[in-house]
């Protein structure tokens, strides 16, 4: 995709995830293929491990996609909007690049690379490296939640 393009399939993923969290839930599982693409914009599909925050949780253990995941994904007590703030990040990388921001390798690699911060945005054209840097932060705390900076989710702007 044209950088034009995936700023506008940011920008609507932003505002489905905003969407998301002002309903109490977080995705959990957001990424490429569950991202359908229509002719008014990205719609976010598949909420079957979506969840409330402050619900009990009947599932332990890891849920979701690996190569989507934000480190605290594999601490489900950590789990909150910024993981799907992490996950946009990854997705928006995807759209670009055509792969995944840490690379190639099995399972244990992957999460190794995702929860020591090891993020390959290589190949990302500049116009969208400050977005999905700051979406894929190691640290939770410093990633943007959708709605902030104003009304612009993330600070994507079309």
């Known amino acids: 995709m044209g950088v034009g393009e995936v700023r506008a399939l940011g920008a609507g993923l932003a505002e489905a995830v905003a969407a998301v969290h002002a309903a109490g839930l977080v995705h959990r599982d957001l990424k490429p293929s569950n991202v359908l693409l229509t002719a ?15 619900a009990s949780a009947l599932t332990v253990g890891y849920i979701g ?15 909150g909007a910024p993981s799907d703030v992490y996950a946009l990040g990854a997705t928006v990388y995807f759209a670009a690049t055509g792969r995944g921001p840490h690379g190639q390798g099995t399972v244990h690699e992957l999460i190794g690379r995702i929860v020591t911060g090891r993020v390959d945005l290589s190949g990302l054209p500049e116009d969208l490296l400050p977005l999905v840097r700051v979406c894929m932060l190691l640290d939770r705390t410093a990633r943007p939640l959708p709605l902030q900076a104003g009304s612009v989710p993330c600070g994507i702007r079309r």
């Open 65 to 79: 996609t690996v190569a989507y995941s934000s480190p605290e994904h594999f601490d489900s007590k950590l789990m």
């Open 40 to 54: 008014d914009g990205p719609r976010l599909i598949d909420f079957g491990i979506a969840f409330l925050p402050d």
